[in-house]
């Protein structure tokens, strides 16, 4: 899948903010942002958030004159990495993402180096818990709390209108809404659809480390998903049928993928239920080989 698929301007010019500083001089507070947090490693999904941020920011401009930007902001964080390793392994494009939001009409790239962004003897974090210590959070300490604080930086950084999630990261985009609401953020937090390959594999940087067996069973996940969607879609609403149809179809079609959780959630609390009679997300983590990959599909009991 090309990563640009619209047409660009070639005029455009792209301010790369190396520094909170440089942000406070170089962004009015005047303009309206819309912000799209990332780590690097920009695939076509990222795409789809940065084309969504655009969309707004001109919406807005629309709607309510002035001036309207779109920032990206690439910073691996390494506050929530709970293995040094991962972080380590982390790709980081840079040159290539640059060009990237330059070619997909970002107005500001915001690149802060760690060591500035988070000082030496900060003893600050932010911490959601309730739903952090659920699915993710369970196998994966401290993660939520350093996706937490990094985000409510940036927020407080830029003080953007809206900023964009993908749902892929069906918790993140929870927790992150609880966030923006506990804490008063006056930020509206977007969420967009996961982007998908035509195999209905869910676009994941992740997705590059997969080697060729795993690669062609990992869209085994979305399939199953859907066998279980369908189910619901016709009358069953208990969790643990649904959850058995897609465990027997991977098992069945994906035997090199190790499950790592899978779950019939609330769709607000992320607490496990029994059946289906309010909004859900089945959610699902599953290794293949040491590729941990995630995904989820939203039930809304009104649409069976
Ligand atoms: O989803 C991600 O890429 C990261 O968790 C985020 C939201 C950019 C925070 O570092």
Not at 50 to 78: H, L
Not at 89 to 105: M, N, T
């Amino acid at each position: 899948m090309s990563f640009l698929s619209h047409p660009v301007s070639v005029t455009f010019s792209m301010i790369r903010l190396h520094s909170t500083q440089e942000v406070h001089h170089q962004v009015p507070l005047h303009e309206a942002i819309f912000l799209v947090p990332t780590m690097g490693a920009l695939h076509v999904g990222h795409e789809a958030l940065i084309i969504k941020a655009k969309e707004r920011a001109k919406e807005r401009t629309e709607q309510f004159g002035g001036q309207s930007k779109v920032v990206v902001s690439i910073f691996v964080n390494p506050i929530q990495f709970d293995r040094a390793a991962d972080l380590e392994d982390y790709p980081q494009p840079l040159e290539e993402d640059l060009k990237k939001c330059k070619a997909l009409g970002v107005d500001y790239v915001f690149t802060p180096d760690s060591k500035e962004f988070y000082a030496s003897d900060r003893s600050i974090k932010v911490s959601e818990n309730a739903l952090s210590a659920l699915l993710c959070g369970a196998t994966r300490p401290g993660h939520f709390d350093g996706v937490c604080t990094v985000i409510s930086k940036l927020l407080n950084v830029f003080r953007p209108v809206g900023a964009i999630f993908g749902e892929k990261d069906y918790q993140q985009l929870a927790i992150i809404r609880r966030l923006a609401r506990d804490l008063n953020f006056r930020t509206e937090v977007i969420g967009l659809p996961t982007v998908r390959e035509p195999s209905g594999l869910a676009l994941s940087s992740r997705n590059l480390r997969l080697n060729e067996e795993t690669r062609e069973q990992a869209p085994a996940i979305r399939t199953a998903m859907l066998a279980a969607y369908e189910k619901f879609s016709s009358g069953t609403t208990s969790a643990d049928r649904l959850l058995a149809i897609i465990r027997m179809y991977l098992e069945k079609n994906a035997p090199l993928s190790t499950i790592d959780y899978l779950e019939c959630v609330c769709a607000e609390s992320l607490q496990a239920i029994r059946e289906v009679d309010k909004p859900a997300v089945i959610a699902i983590a599953s290794f293949f080989g040491d590729v941990r990959l995630i995904d989820n599909i939203q039930l809304h009991p009104s649409s069976i």
